[in-house]
């Protein structure tokens, strides 16, 4: 079937450093991606999106780049903050009201 | 402005009880959407609403799930005859339509635990 997965569940990352979280979808219809972020014991967050006529959309110290040509999509973090420190989920959306998500990286930041 | 609200935020019930959980959307979202999260997984789509309508229960687990939503706002997801794996987070979201390519914002969840 189909799904939309991320390649690593986690991530360690030193803070000041960039990060990048990858991840992968098989859904070649999907037209409109979004990241959350998902602290502990909170709802996701909305991040930042992306519609499938874009391959770049930049917000505050997030990038998200969208290959549709091997249906990759990553995040990333410039300059990496303690409060960056959640789970991180991609999920896409085939132009119905169905957002589907992968299971996640948990990203922590090393002080 | 005010976000999604869920209440309870923690429910505790024994296995074979009922369980109520409500979902109070950002005002003039007309699309409601239930998920559930288990321990370390990703969000399993359960139900959308577009209005008071319900035109994609297929991911209810079983049919001691269900939902309705009333007067195009709250929404209530209920659950007959608990069982342990229904153990998990309810998460609910509103969007401000159901078309695709809108956000959706979450609620904090109400974390169920089935004993």
Known sequence: ???????????????????????????????YFIWYKQESGKGPQFII?????????????????LNKTVKHLSLQIAATQPGDSAVYFCAENDNDYKLSFGAGTTVTVRA | GAGVSQSPSNK?????????????PISGHTAL???????????EFLIYFQGNSAPDKSGLPSDRFSAERTGGS??????????????????????????????QYFG???RLTVT
């Open chain 2, 33 to 43: 959407y239930w998920y559930r999260q288990s321990l370390g997984q990703g969000l």
């Open chain 1, 49 to 65: 999106d992306i519609r499938s006529n874009m391959d770049k959309r930049q917000g505050q110290r997030v990038t998200v780049l």
């Open chain 1, 1 to 31: 079937g189909e799904s939309v997965g991320l390649h690593l569940p986690t991530l360690s990352v030193q803070e000041g450093d960039n990060s990048i979280i990858n991840c992968a979808y098989s859904n070649s219809a999907s037209d």
């Open chain 2, 108 to 110: 904090p969840g109400t």
């Open chain 2, 74 to 103: 709250v929404s209530t997801l209920t659950i007959q005859r608990t069982q342990q794996e229904d153990s998990a987070v309810y998460l609910c979201a509103s969007s401000f339509q159901g078309a695709g390519g809108y956000e």
């Open chain 2, 12 to 24: 505790v019930t024994e296995k074979g009880k009922d369980v109520e959980l409500r979902c109070d």
